[in-house]
């Protein structure tokens, strides 16, 4: 049986404080709920203070480059789908450097959980605007303030008719770690982006900002399976901010489209060219 | 660096390497300024911001965009109607840059950047070296390399005179040890705005869309064309060696600092060992020297200013009746196992008389400390190889043997 122990915590470079230890907190919760052992598993992350989290994971690990996360993520699941394939990355990584590859990932739909540490801010360059700034944000660049609308990923998520997305809260590492249980137990796409206060950078979306705001979809009934409605809660963001599972639906995995991948994993498969050189000397 | 009279120390203020740099851009006065945060080259980006921001900076827009291929793409729309350009980046961001790279070459568009250098991954490492300007040695973009924060900031306004030069229009990189240069502070003159402003006049653009003029960028060029416009990039680069030189002279007239145009030379004159770098090493090399000019050892220094264009010419020159060349490479061509420079100075000796011993180190790699006892070691190498020949050509430089 999987346990805590087989997540061991481990020294980690981020500030005291910091919302990313609830988030890693409650992966590792998951991770043993859904009984998967770290061998079982491969966190993949990109660059940027989220980018950190494999290092301070005991499982298999690779930090990539910066915004590349999905795309590696998808060839190592095409490769070895047995594997439980998660991938980390910030606001910026994920919806900034990366956006390109979100909007395909979705369109593809492999079996991954990516992981949005949500944090409206860039942490690793300390304190620049990422694309889920708030408008008027001042930072060290943006000195007039954020004149860029900021993204809404859930909206966007939705929008393309992502197979599940959810939003949590580093705040609340309970209620985190159900989300992203059900998220890998999903199978297909998950986009969970996290609400994550940067202690440091962010002064204006804190602790006690989310704290003041945030509700769970679940304790007014919501049933994230109808996806106009998930659209509406995508688009609430002011005095109130929904956390849970906006939307779900059961849809052909990139996996699925691929029917030799039934036969099991292609690094599993003998490697046997007799047929291609036969193909080959067809045409000589 | 040279000074004509006494340098004006009531001038000097202390400041940050990336800020002597931004304030160099700021007196260029751009018009638009494009990037990504990245370390180390943030601090520039910040600085400029804060220019814009005190509206120091008139008639700028600073484009906030999602990754460094954005920025330099925002900077190719704006070029093309006629905006001086600015940007800044380093390792990732400028590997990210490369198509990019290659398009402002060929379309002739005068953008400058500063590249902030740093390692490339895989690993992850923020720290110095050359490989990421290196890498994007052959896309058309003149590449000069800055030995302090002074030359630096000074580099800068030379390069957009470069630039913008109607016999150039060819993109420049101004590079800086990241770290080592970008986050140092020292006592520099800051660029002043009046003196710029007549060494650097207002940016006339020969050709940019217009309504009342129309034409096309970046369209197709078929086989029937195409090899002309790599051979007019090639002519311009070759422009460019005169210009540089120019600029550097009209630098020294104007601002009274002189840092060599595309070399520079140290204790050349009667030295059987010459050592040839780029970058802030320059400065370690150069208190080397002095230690062992102490002891009789007759070395000296070719410093390359300019690797693109390659000055060919000036280093055959410079190392005419030297005994024995070391080149240090803060890089390497994995496969080939010399640095770039070392290739390329060996190769432009080939066809001549000059038969001088040439050997190759590559340095610093990852910001691996570079100190004067290693240099030191490279010259009691080259004195061996002037009395016994060459037994390594290239090699590696403090690796750790301990940990492989």
């Known amino acids: ?284 | 660096m040279v000074t004509k009279g006494k340098l004006e120390m009531e001038k000097m203020v202390v400041v940050e390497g990336s800020y002597a740099v931004a304030h160099a851009v700021k007196v260029c006065r751009p018009n638009v300024i494009s990037a990504y945060p990245i370390t180390p080259q943030t601090h520039i980006v910040e600085g400029l911001s804060q220019f814009i921001a005190d509206g120091e900076i008139q008639n700028c827009e600073y484009i906030n965009v999602e990754s460094e291929f954005s920025a330099l793409s925002a900077l190719v729309g704006s070029s093309a109607v006629g905006a001086r350009c600015y940007s800044a980046t380093t390792s990732q961001g400028l590997e990210l840059m490369h198509e990019v790279l290659f398009n402002v070459s060929g379309m002739r568009m005068p953008i400058v950047m500063t590249v902030v250098n740093r390692a490339v991954s895989a690993p992850i490492n923020i720290w110095n070296d050359h490989q990421d300007a290196i890498s994007q040695r052959d896309t058309g973009w003149i590449q000069l390399y800055a030995e302090d924060l002074q030359e630096a900031a000074d580099m800068t306004a030379q390069a957009f005179k470069i630039a913008e030069d109607e016999e150039v229009l060819m993109p420049v990189m101004v590079c800086m040890d990241g770290f080592i240069l970008s986050h140092v502070y020292e006592p520099v003159v800051l660029l002043e705005q009046e003196l710029t402003d007549e060494y650097l006049p207002t940016y006339k653009p020969l050709n940019i869309l217009d309504p009342k003029k129309p034409m096309s960028f970046g369209t197709l060029a078929d086989p029937n064309y195409y090899t002309e416009f790599r051979y007019l990039q090639q002519k311009a680069m070759e422009n460019a060696l005169k210009k540089i030189e120019d600029a550097a002279n009209e630098f020294y007239d104007m601002f009274g600092r002189y840092y060599g145009g595309l070399t520079d030379k140290y204790q050349t004159g009667d030295a059987d060992i010459i050592l040839v770098a780029m970058g802030s090493i320059v400065g370690t090399i150069k208190d080397t020297i002095d230690k062992l000019r102490q002891k009789g050892v007759k070395v000296g220094l070719l410093k390359v200013r300019s690797f693109r264009p390659f000055p060919a010419e000036a280093i055959k020159e410079a190392i005419k009746d030297a005994k024995v060349v070391a080149v240090l490479d803060k890089n390497i061509s994995l496969g080939l196992n010399e640095g770039a420079l070392f290739t390329e100075i060996k190769s432009c000796l080939y066809n001549t008389e000059n038969r001088v011993p040439v050997v190759g180190y590559m340095i610093g790699h990852g910001g691996r400390d570079i100190r004067m006892s290693t240099i030191e070691n490279i010259i009691s190498e080259a004195q061996e190889v002037m009395e016994s020949g060459i037994r390594k050509e290239s090699q590696f430089t403090d690796v750790r043997e301990e940990i492989l």
């Not at chain 1, 988030?23 to 990109?46: D, M, Q, T």
């Not at chain 1, 789908?81 to 990584?93: A, I, N, Q, Y």
């Open chain 1, 1 to 284: 049986m999987v346990t805590m122990e087989d997540y061991p915590d481990i020294e980690t470079e981020w500030c005291p404080g910091c919302g990313n230890f609830g988030i890693l907190k409650a992966i590792r919760k998951a991770l043993v709920s859904v009984g998967k052992a770290p061998h079982e598993v491969l966190i993949v992350s990109g660059i940027g203070q989220a980018g950190k989290l494999p290092h301070y994971m005991k499982c298999n690990t690779f930090n990539g480059l910066h915004g590349r996360t999905l795309p590696l993520a998808t060839g190592s699941k095409a490769a070895n789908h047995d594997l439980t394939v998660l991938t980390v990355g910030g606001d910026g990584d994920t919806y900034g450097e990366g956006g390109n590859h979100l909007i395909h990932a979705i369109r593809r739909n492999p079996n991954i959980t990516a992981i949005v540490h949500d944090n409206q801010i860039y942490g690793l360059t300390k304190g620049q605007a990422s694309p889920t700034s708030e408008l008027g944000m001042k930072t060290k660049v943006q000195t007039h303030g954020v004149v860029n609308t900021p993204l809404s990923p859930l909206s966007l998520a939705v929008s393309l008719d992502c197979s599940f997305v959810a939003r949590g809260y580093a705040g609340n590492i309970e209620h985190l770690a159900g989300i992203l249980e059900e998220a890998i137990k999903h199978r297909g796409f998950a986009l969970v982006d996290i609400l994550q206060p940067c202690v440091t950078f962010n002064k204006l979306n804190t602790f006690k900002w989310y704290a003041e705001r945030v509700y769970r979809l679940d304790e007014e009934g919501y049933v994230p399976d109808d996806r106009i409605k998930a659209f509406e809660r995508s688009l609430e963001w002011g005095d109130r901010i929904p956390i849970g599972i906006f939307y779900k639906k059961e849809k052909p995995t990139f996996e699925d489209g691929f029917g030799t991948l039934g036969e099991g994993t292609l690094i599993s498969r003998p490697k046997d060219q007799t047929l291609v050189e036969e193909l080959i000397d067809s045409f000589m």
